[in-house]
């Protein structure tokens, strides 16, 4: 890497952005095991329903849940009012690892060499992807025609998921409606971030557009997908999937909508599906450990 690359990666603005992503992840990854703990002990008669929000909402350990990704929301908006959808997502894969320590202290138990190498594995693969990708600062520039269609494509993708996820086991449930979680987390990540642009005109401007509003539908129908893969399947398979596709799909919004660039040159797409291939891989394995999903629901 030549030092005017390295230089332009320690830039003040992508440092901040950086920091502001793993603290977003280290905030999603708490909140993920406890609202789990808590979804668990929910009848199953109340999945994908308006009243599992509501019982949920009579249990301490989910809304501490829920102010921690009120926290890590915080987070990720003030790192996509800057940064790319390439940049800050696939930081917040991270999140899986910051779940370690929460399992453990509630599990009371020490994380193993393999949960080590899981770790390692992960990080391994974010650092090639970013490294060879170079991600820069975000410009979500796209035509309210491109924002329609890509409502659309989401929103039929969700339902995708749900068909998907009805009158199969609970397993198939919980990767189809994480599966369905991620992509609409995606595509709140693409609203934040033009919402976070947008605000630069003032907050009174903001509001008179469409972007606070998909943001605040997309946001409720992304935590009941997200509730509801929690409360139908073990941890181990509901979070790894929602952590993966997440990224994949905001990445995939960023390139393909808003016009973001990665390197393309030569060799680096190559390195850039090695990358993320090697987090795909520590990701699921990390989910194994029996402080990620060592209780069924």
């Not at 799909?249 to 808003?258: E, K, N, P, S, Y």
């Amino acid at each position: 890497m030549s030092l005017g690359v390295f230089h332009h990666h320690l830039r003040p603005g992508l440092v901040s952005i950086v920091v502001f992503s793993l603290a977003s992840a280290a905030s999603y990854g708490m909140a993920a095991v406890l609202q789990h703990q808590a979804t668990m002990r929910e009848p199953p008669e109340l999945s994908l329903r308006a009243g599992l929000l509501v019982s949920l909402a009579r249990r301490p350990l989910w809304l501490v849940g829920n102010v921690l990704d009120g926290v890590g929301y915080l987070f990720q908006f003030l790192a996509l009012r800057r940064g790319s959808l390439a940049l800050v997502e696939p930081l917040l894969v991270l999140s899986l690892v910051f779940a370690l320590p929460v399992g453990a202290w509630l599990e009371h138990r020490r994380a193993s060499a393999a949960d080590v190498t899981s770790t390692v594995i992960i990080a391994a693969g974010l650092a090639l992807f970013l490294g060879v990708a170079r991600p820069g600062i975000g410009h979500p520039h796209a035509s309210n025609a491109a924002w329609g269609l890509l409502t659309a494509i989401v929103a039929a993708s969700c339902g995708a998921m749900v068909f998907g996820a009805r009158g199969g086991s609970p397993r198939r449930a919980a990767v189809f409606l994480a599966a369905g979680s991620g992509t609409a987390f995606g595509y709140v990540a693409a609203v934040t971030e033009r919402t976070g642009h947008i605000l630069d005109k003032g907050a009174v401007h903001t509001l008179t557009t469409w972007a606070p509003y998909a943001l605040l539908l997309g946001g409720v129908g992304a935590l009941l997908l997200t509730q509801s893969a929690f409360h139908a399947g073990a941890l181990r398979l509901s979070l790894p999937t929602l952590t993966v596709a997440q990224p994949l799909v905001a990445v995939a919004i960023g390139l393909g909508f808003f016009g973001e660039h990665v390197d393309s040159r030569g060799m680096a797409p190559v390195f850039e599906l090695v990358g993320l291939a090697l987090v795909t891989v520590g990701v699921f394995l990390l989910a194994r450990s029996p402080l990620i999903g060592a209780q069924e629901p």
